[in-house]
């Protein structure tokens, strides 16, 4: 059953339904990353909206989903890697 909590993101607060105790934590951690984010543009961008300082808390954070997902594709190929030549060097024993 789902679980109703609240979060406050910019200012405001959304209500939310979490399916788990994991879920709810990784949401309010969520909020917490963006509000920081949000609070490190409002300080570097005072002028502009919540609109755009949203707009630029999502890429940020899209930007380091995609970098995380290269890394860890890359850290898999070097783990191909290595176990290829475990298997060929015990191969050889």
Do not use: C
């Amino acid at each position: 059953m789902d679980q109703s909590i609240s979060l406050k993101i910019g200012g405001t607060t959304y209500p939310m339904a979490v399916s788990s105790p994991e879920m709810e934590q990784a949401y309010r951690f969520a909020a917490e990353e963006v509000n920081k984010l949000l609070a490190s543009y409002d300080t570097r961008f005072p002028d502009r909206s919540i609109a755009d300082k949203l707009a630029f808390v999502s890429l940020q954070l899209a930007v380091n989903k995609l970098l995380a997902k290269n890394s860890a594709r890359n850290l898999k190929a070097e783990a191909d890697d290595i176990q290829k030549d475990l298997e060929a060097y015990l191969e050889g024993k």
